[in-house]
């Protein structure tokens, strides 16, 4: 006899973090772990993560926040960032595809600046297919830098008082929040690092302020569904209270 696979009934489906933050480290370590060059650690990440984004969305998670590539990650060398860049510009190209049927709608959030013109030209394509697709919002964090985006948002709104549309003692946090990449998004409620290491690395920083952290000691190739959950039990056995008692 044949039984349905079980439900992981051990997740409170009525308390689900509305919006994970992942920042997917050590990939470079699992590849080096398996004498392979980094970039087939980034690879394997790559599949990671689309298992990932199948399985929130699965769970009903509305936002998911993936760092892929940082303001600082330029600083590697030119075959790695290039190596990266290809990886993601395939991401986008068969994410329209792959991730049609499960209803994901992609957004790329960073600096555009820094990316080639293909990339920028690819990211409006796939944000433009996906735009009106009602499941999971995942962001690809791409070029993106949580300094970047406050810094984006404060010349927004610099040029507002400018030309006499706003008065600085009036700004407020919504204000902030209106030029931020996330804009209209809810904050990140659990940030996942994979990897062992404990810092943000820039990731989200006006975002994260009362995220729930969970570090994991996997790298990022390794990161199943069931870990998804695994953190997601966590989220939920800790107290939340935003400065309250
Ligand atoms: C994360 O893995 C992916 C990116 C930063 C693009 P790393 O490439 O940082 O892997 P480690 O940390 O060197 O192992
Ligand atoms: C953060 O990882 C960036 C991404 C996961 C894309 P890094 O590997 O670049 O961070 P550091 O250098 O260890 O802080
Ligand atoms: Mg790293």
């Known amino acids: 006899m044949l039984f349905k696979k079980k439900q992981d009934t051990s997740i409170d489906m009525s308390n689900l973090p509305r919006h994970i933050g992942i920042i997917m480290d050590g990939n470079g370590r699992w590849a080096k772990k398996r004498g392979l060059p980094r970039s087939m650690g980034h690879k394997a990440g790559a599949e990671a993560l689309k298992k990932i984004v199948t399985e929130a969305n699965k769970m009903g998670i509305e936002y998911i926040t993936v760092y892929a590539f940082s303001t600082e990650n330029w600083k590697r060398p030119k075959e790695e960032v290039d190596y990266l860049m290809n990886l993601l510009m395939d991401y986008l190209i068969n994410a329209e595809k792959t ?107 006006w975002q994260v302020s009362y995220a729930e952290m969970v570090f994991v000691k996997k790298a990022w190739p390794d990161f199943k569904p069931r870990d998804l959950c695994e953190c997601i039990r966590i989220f939920q056995g800790r107290g939340r209270r935003f400065g309250a008692i």
């Open 99 to 205: 991730l049609a049927g499960e209803n994901v709608r992609i957004r790329a959030i960073g600096s555009r600046k820094e990316l080639s013109e293909e990339m920028c030209r690819q990211i409006e394509k796939t944000e433009n297919l996906t735009k009106d697709r009602d499941g999971i919002v995942m962001n690809i964090a791409l070029n993106y830098g949580g300094r970047e985006e406050l810094v984006h948002s404060a010349r927004r709104l610099c040029r507002m008082v400018k030309n006499g549309e706003l008065n600085p003692d009036d700004i407020t946090d919504s204000d902030i929040e209106d030029g931020l990449y996330t804009v209209n998004q809810p904050d990140v409620d659990l940030l996942i690092r994979t990897s062992g290491e404990q810092r943000l690395s820039n990731f989200m920083l």
